[in-house]
């Protein structure tokens, strides 16, 4: 009923939760457990692979035989597109340029620990403050910050790299006071002031 529907939609997505999939196919509440049955006899043939509770990759066939998406593509989807996961720890700060030490890992920070879906390049932290589109790059600005005093840097202008990112991501700086006088530590607060009294005009 719904399989050749299942096989077009996964042409296109190598990497998908089942509510996105009934979403765009608009299965109705009455016909999702005929949906399910469906998709589970495509796992069976091989045609898709659960990586963990409603999360699911499509292998892709080629001379060298099956393979699946990498992990990037799999993490940028799961926990960045989704708009409630980032980058943090040594990732962050050498994405920003504050250290050149590239960790073998890369580190995330999402709403919900229990999302780790053994990606073995991946290092995973839940937040302690709920993660939104919103809010997420002003909580990735902050807990790098409050990363200084975990992980070793070598830029000899931390706090001119960390007004950069601000600059250019176009952070509201009132805002990124706000969230760090309510979430964060002292200390994190007052090396926010710092930085933003050196090379910026709070407004």
Known sequence: MYQEQINEYMATHPVFFIDEIQNFLTIPNTKKPTFNTELSRIEKKGGVKRLAHGIYVVPQQ?????????????????YIEKGDGYLTGPSFLNQ????????????????????DIGLKSFHIDASRVRISEDNKR???LLDGIADLQKYATDSKNIN???????????????????????HYSRPVQEKLYEILEGYYEIT
């Open 138 to 140: 002003y909580l990735q």
């Open 62 to 78: 080629s001379c060298f035989g099956t393979s699946f998406p990498n992990e990037h593509i799999i993490a940028r989807h799961v």
């Open 160 to 182: 001119g790299m960390f007004y950069e990112h601000i600059r250019k991501t176009e952070l509201n700086t009132t805002k990124l006071l706000l969230i760090g006088h309510k």
């Open 96 to 115: 920003i340029g504050v250290s050149t030490w590239l960790p073998q890992k890369t580190y995330l920070k999402v709403n919900n620990a229990k999302k």
